[in-house]
């Protein structure tokens, strides 16, 4: 794939995905997509490594299920044969205490004939860790 079409082609996964369009990127997904969230393990209850489409699927319900995306700020799309580079900034609110957490994330994605067929992401864990346990020890007042 050109990397102008593999650019575009990042550029409104994401968009698409922030409005909540979850079909037109699980379409992007090869059958056998390895998905990775470099994460520490146990500290938010997500899938953090699955293969093949129905996990990943799985996976990203389970997401949907205790996180509400807000937003991606998107920083960068870098493309290099079959791979991009994305570097954005993640919001997200935890549904069962309304909590806001936001993140950067790095996201590597490669793709072959016009499918995903690899995604691994790396957030810091230890800001993500600090705001979850922030989230469960603080007292805040009611608004």
Not at 50 to 76: H, P, Q, S, T
Not at 105 to 130: C, P
Request: with cysteine; net charge negative.
């Amino acid at each position: 794939m050109p990397t102008e079409l593999i650019r575009e082609l990042v550029r409104r996964s994401y968009e698409v995905y922030d409005r909540g369009n979850r079909a037109f990127v699980l379409d992007l997904f090869d059958d056998e997509i390895e998905w990775v969230f470099h994460l520490p393990p146990g500290i938010i209850p997500i899938p953090t490594r699955v293969r093949g489409k129905a996990a990943v699927i799985a996976a990203m319900m389970k997401i949907d299920e205790v996180f509400d995306l807000i937003k991606n700020d998107l920083e960068l799309i870098l493309v290099d044969g079959d791979q991009a580079v994305v570097i954005c900034n993640r919001t997200v609110r935890r549904r069962a205490t309304g909590e806001i957490m936001t993140s950067k994330v790095a996201a590597f994605h490669r793709y072959r004939e016009g499918r995903l067929v690899e995604y691994q992401a790396f957030t810091d864990g230890a800001d993500v860790l600090h705001q979850a346990m922030l989230a469960t020890t603080a007292d805040v007042p009611a608004a």
